[in-house]
């Protein structure tokens, strides 16, 4: 059963605008949440992760908003940029181990 | 970038065949995981170690084996290969004890035919 979910296969936003990029959990055992960007033929890359102790994290143009009673987080890129399309996965881990439990990715196209 | 490196990049093989992939790191990182990558289901995990000689099953781990005898080197082995194995398969590594940051390989794209 999926634990981690990402409902949006795919995003369509111009360059310069917001992108955002939403993933639900289910397991409140969860305690540290990442997100994952990847880019054909290569293997994911770490872009950004949150604490469940915290409600937001920012890197430059990446915000990462947790929202922990709705389980819910999501991941703002301001502004966007062509070279940001690529999948985005939203993952998890639990407190009680230390693999990471992944969502189906998003594909985010950013056109100029 | 973190140094991991996956061996062989690409290899298609027959049903039945045993395979093996190989990750290697130079980071010392403790832990290891093997993951495969599928259309549709994201990346699951088949399994990981916690240190040499200590392993333990992922999510799907029916068909897959794997070894450890150096810190550097974690090894997926497929005793029969089938079609449904066929996939990218990425290797990660992490401290383990936070930050919990799993850094990954470029992936092996294994075709069972």
């Known amino acids: 059963d999926q634990q981690v979910k990402q409902n949006s296969p795919s995003l369509s936003v111009q360059e310069g605008r917001i992108s955002i990029l939403n993933c639900d959990y289910t397991?409140?055992?969860?305690?540290?949440f990442l997100w994952y960007k990847k880019y054909p033929a290569e293997g994911p890359t770490f872009l950004i992760s949150i604490s469940s102790i915290k409600d937001k994290n920012e890197d430059g143009r990446f915000t990462v908003f947790l929202n922990k009673s709705a389980k819910h987080l999501s991941l703002h890129i301001v502004p966007s940029q062509p070279g940001d399309s690529a999948v985005y996965f939203c993952?998890?881990?639990?407190?009680?181990?230390?693999?990471?439990?992944f969502g189906k990715g998003t594909s985010l196209l950013v056109t100029p | 970038d973190a140094g991991i490196t996956q061996s062989p990049r690409h290899k298609v093989t027959e049903t039945g065949t045993p395979v093996t992939l190989r990750c290697h790191q130079t980071?010392?990182?403790?832990?290891m995981y093997w993951y495969r990558q599928d259309p549709g289901h994201g990346l699951r995990l088949i399994h990981y170690s916690y240190g040499v000689k200590d392993t333990d099953k992922g999510e799907v781990s029916d068909g897959y084996s794997v070894s450890r005898s150096k810190t550097e080197d974690f090894l997926l082995t497929l005793e029969s290969a089938t079609s449904s194995q066929t996939s990218v398969y990425f290797c990660a590594i992490s401290e383990g004890v936070g930050p919990y940051e799993q850094y990954f390989g470029p992936g092996t794209r294994l075709t069972v035919t």
């Open positions: 397991n409140s055992m969860f305690d540290y």
């Open positions: 980071e010392n990182h403790r832990y």
């Open positions: 993952a998890a881990r639990s407190n009680s181990g230390y693999a990471l439990n």
